[in-house]
């Protein structure tokens, strides 16, 4: 019995792990999908850029694309993913 206890906490911290430091980005020219390791953990998974290639500003943006865009730029653009 203590064994499948330790197994599932193992397992549970392995999911919990990997649900916080990964992550799919969607290229904001070529539209693929990447995996990708976070900096630091969050509980988002998908990252997108609503801005993409277009000429549109931040201040054009809705509250939540802002935010969205925000969260790319943190994790894909700062970092060096999406060249």
Same mark, same amino acid.
């Given at each position: 019995?203590?064994?499948?206890?330790?197994?599932?906490?193992?397992?549970?911290?392995?999911?919990?792990?990997?649900?916080?430091?990964?992550?799919?980005?969607?290229?904001? =020219?070529?539209?693929?999908?990447?995996? *990708? #390791? %976070?900096?630091?953990?969050?509980?988002?998974?998908?990252?997108?850029?609503?801005?993409?290639?277009?000429?549109?500003?931040?201040?054009?943006?809705?509250?939540?694309?802002?935010? =969205?865009?925000?969260?790319?730029?943190? *994790? #894909? %653009?700062?970092?060096?993913?999406?060249?």
């Amino acid at each position: 019995m203590k064994k499948k206890v330790k197994i599932g906490i193992f397992t549970f911290a392995i999911i919990l792990s990997t649900r916080l430091f990964c992550g799919v980005y969607d290229h904001d =020219e070529f539209a693929e999908s990447h995996f *990708f #390791i %976070k900096h630091r953990p969050i509980w988002k998974w998908n990252f997108y850029s609503p801005i993409g290639m277009s000429d549109k500003k931040n201040e054009e943006l809705t509250q939540e694309e802002q935010i =969205e865009q925000k969260y790319f730029n943190t *994790f #894909i %653009k700062d970092q060096g993913l999406s060249r």
